[in-house]
Antibody, heavy 122, light 113 residues
């Protein structure tokens, strides 16, 4: 069974930093792109970033470019999101998500974690 | 960036009746090399992560009831619930994975009339 478990969320002051982790199990982690998607309280879904199977390609939404860094460790079956210069508008539940199939193409996210909550507030 | 516009924002439908949600993208999501539309639909219930219903605009995921169907091509897409059940009350999102940044529609809240 595919499992994605996020951790690392919490309360942080504006301008602060946080590192999120997503631990994966139940599949061959190194075969899949991995994604972070966030959802602000009471709001819709926003894709944040993704990373290729070998870490050679990374993509970000514009609002986090230069502040967030996605990385992965295939030996540890984990993907990370390093978040710096955090702002109030980064407050959200951060989900780790995986596509349904291992492929050269992106596709829909069949597997999701339960999310980890990041709150940016003074 | 590709903008995904969903309509309506909310929808109240009687049990057993049809619910139709529209999603329009600011550019075509049809990839010529494989003739597939890079669009998915999700259902999200309170306190839960989204659930993938449909990929490639019209391919229903395993275990998804056949009352859910997706249609459309290019830049105009529709999710149809043919006979609304109580358990279908949720927010529905479309999602383009054609290019980065990947984007979601704003969501459509479906309720029982």
């Amino acid at each position: 069974e595919v499992q994605l478990v996020e951790s690392g969320g919490g309360l942080v002051q504006p301008g602060g930093s946080l590192r999120l982790s997503c631990s994966a199990s139940g599949f061959t982690f190194s075969r899949f792109w991995m994604n972070w998607v966030r959802q602000a309280p009471g709001k819709g879904l926003e894709w944040v970033a993704n990373i290729k199977q070998d870490g050679s390609e990374k993509y970000y939404v514009g609002s986090v470019k230069g502040r967030f860094t996605i990385s992965r460790d295939n030996a540890k079956n984990s993907v990370y999101l390093e978040m710096n210069s955090l702002r109030a508008e980064d407050t959200a539940l951060y989900y780790c998500a995986r596509e349904g199939e291992a492929s050269d193409f992106w596709s829909g996210y069949l597997h999701w974690g339960r999310g980890t909550l990041v709150t940016v507030s003074s | 960036d590709i903008v995904m516009t969903q309509s309506p924002e909310s929808l109240a439908v009687s049990l057993g009746e049809r619910a139709t949600i529209n999603c329009k993208s600011s550019r075509s999501l049809l990839y010529s090399s494989n003739n597939k539309n890079f669009l998915a639909w999700y259902q999200q219930k309170p306190g839960q992560p989204p659930k993938l219903l449909i990929s490639w605009a019209s391919t229903r995921e395993s275990g998804v009831p056949d009352r859910f169907s997706g249609s459309g091509s290019g830049a105009d897409f529709t999710l149809t619930i043919s006979s609304l059940q109580a358990e279908d009350v949720a927010i529905y999102y479309c999602h383009q994975y054609y290019n980065s940044p990947l984007t979601f529609g704003g969501g459509t809240k479906v309720e029982i009339k």
